[in-house]
């Protein structure tokens, strides 16, 4: 299947121009045989290369280039099929766009073109040309170092609950994983994460059991979350918990079991937060804002977990506006190779920052996912890069150092 690959790179100081030239003609004996084209622009710091041919060809031209250490910070931008080839020349060729004014090198490079279709139907690959060419996106062409740059130091401010705690009826208990702000040093809020009395996860706990059996026990639960936060000292420290929407829409007097629940265990509502995943909202949605209503007007905070996982998206914005949302491991993951998560992740902050919705990432596992996001703007995070979730307690916060910073 005749495939199309674009990214963006930034290139190594270290790599002249001479070498560049070199890479080219290497790269142009190598496409030509396995009958890929590659087009590759470059503006003095940046490539931007389309790579079309054969699917498993231009697949594994890409992973080498991916692998290639004369450039980092590299995001895909598209990748597309067609029906027949923009460029019918195979091999690979480079425009400098410093030696063309920007519409005789965009000219230049669409006269290779085979096809001129694509061009009158507004193709994609030839608009990222023009986006390239134009500088337009350039500002969010974040430069991130090596995740190696950093180094993983954990504090040694773990809390281990006290023998004994919890011994109320419900028969679960919870791992603590705390969302941090790593720039400020600072945990924000510590998320309780269901767990069965042996560590299984929430869904195992769930499983036992039969229809609204799991709106009652999901409540009931959060007493015990509550009572394992104070016994683990959580102070004035904020505080998440999650609940399925059905819960808060189908057992009475939901609300006002979780504000006793809090009061009776020292804490305050106001420090606490309940997280609602995205797609169980979505498809209740009138009854769920009602019921949210008790929850706002007993000072508990709302959010939205696992945003962009679902069907509801940034529309579920337009109906109702929780105090912060999650954005979901799926964009996350990568988000720093990959050009439409960054899209994605970019049109959430803009959204987000103009209704002052505050926004975490969760399942942050990478250093360069950790620091493109910060560049993106977000400062809060929570992920197995900086703590991994801890059975009946708090866990240590690895924070990060600046390897050179260090010596
Ligand atoms: P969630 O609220 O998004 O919680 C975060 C989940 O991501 C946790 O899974 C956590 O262990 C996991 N996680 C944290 N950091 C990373 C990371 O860096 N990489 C990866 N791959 N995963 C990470 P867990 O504890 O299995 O919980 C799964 C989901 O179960 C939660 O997702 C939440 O939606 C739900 N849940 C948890 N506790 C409760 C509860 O008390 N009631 C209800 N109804 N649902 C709960
Ligand atoms: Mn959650
Ligand atoms: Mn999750």
């Not at 990214?7 to 001479?18: A, E």
């Not at 679960?172 to 767990?195: G, S, T």
Request: proline share 4%; charged share 20%; aromatic share 10%.
């Amino acid at each position: 299947m005749l495939t199309t690959i674009i990214y963006r790179s930034h290139l190594h100081d270290h790599v002249s121009f001479k070498m560049l030239e070199e890479m080219v003609a290497a790269a142009n004996i190598k496409n030509g045989r396995a009958s890929v084209t590659g087009i590759l622009l470059f503006n003095g710091t940046h490539f931007f290369q389309l790579l079309e041919g054969p699917e498993e060809s231009v697949t594994a031209i890409y992973q080498d280039i991916c692998g290639d250490d004369r450039h980092y910070n590299l995001v895909e931008v598209l990748r597309d099929y067609a029906p027949s080839r923009r460029f019918g020349k195979t091999g690979m060729e480079l425009f400098d766009l410093r030696d063309h004014d920007r519409e005789a090198v965009l000219q230049t490079v669409f006269d290779k073109g085979t096809t001129r279709y694509q061009l009158t139907y507004g193709d994609r690959a030839l608009q990222f040309f023009q986006t390239f060419v134009e500088d337009s996106e350039k500002e969010f062409y974040y430069e991130i170092p090596p995740g190696d740059a950093w180094e993983f130091m954990a504090d040694d401010n773990a809390i281990t609950l006290p023998p004994g705690v919890p011994d109320s009826g419900a028969d679960c208990h919870f791992a603590f994983q705390p969302i941090v702000d790593p720039f400020a040093r600072q945990i924000v809020a510590v998320e309780a994460l269901l767990r069965t009395r042996v560590g299984g996860s929430p869904q195992e706990w769930f499983d036992d059991m039969a229809g609204d059996d799991i709106y009652t026990a999901d409540l009931q639960s959060k007493r015990v979350a509550f009572a394992m936060a104070a016994a683990l000292k959580l102070g004035a420290q904020s505080l998440s918990v999650n609940l399925l929407p059905m819960t808060l829409v189908k057992v009475p007097g939901a609300a006002e079991f979780i504000v006793q629940a809090i009061k009776e265990n020292g804490l305050i509502p106001e420090q606490v937060i309940v997280e609602f995943n995205e797609s169980a909202v979505f498809s209740c949605l009138d009854a769920f804002t009602q019921a949210v209503k008790m929850l706002k007007g007993a000072g508990i905070r709302v959010a939205i977990d696992h945003f962009g996982a679902g069907f509801g998206g940034l529309v579920l914005l337009t109906q109702f506006q929780p105090d912060r949302i999650k954005i979901n491991r799926a964009l996350i993951a990568d988000v720093h190779k990959s050009g439409s998560r960054q899209a994605i992740v970019q049109a959430i902050i803009k959204c987000c920052t103009s209704l002052e919705i505050a926004i975490s990432a969760v399942g942050v596992e990478k250093a360069e996912e950790w620091m493109w996001l910060e560049s993106a703007g977000i400062s809060q995070f929570q992920g197995h890069l900086f703590a991994h979730p801890d059975l009946n307690g708090i866990p240590a916060v690895a924070w990060p150092e600046k390897r050179d910073e260090m010596v």
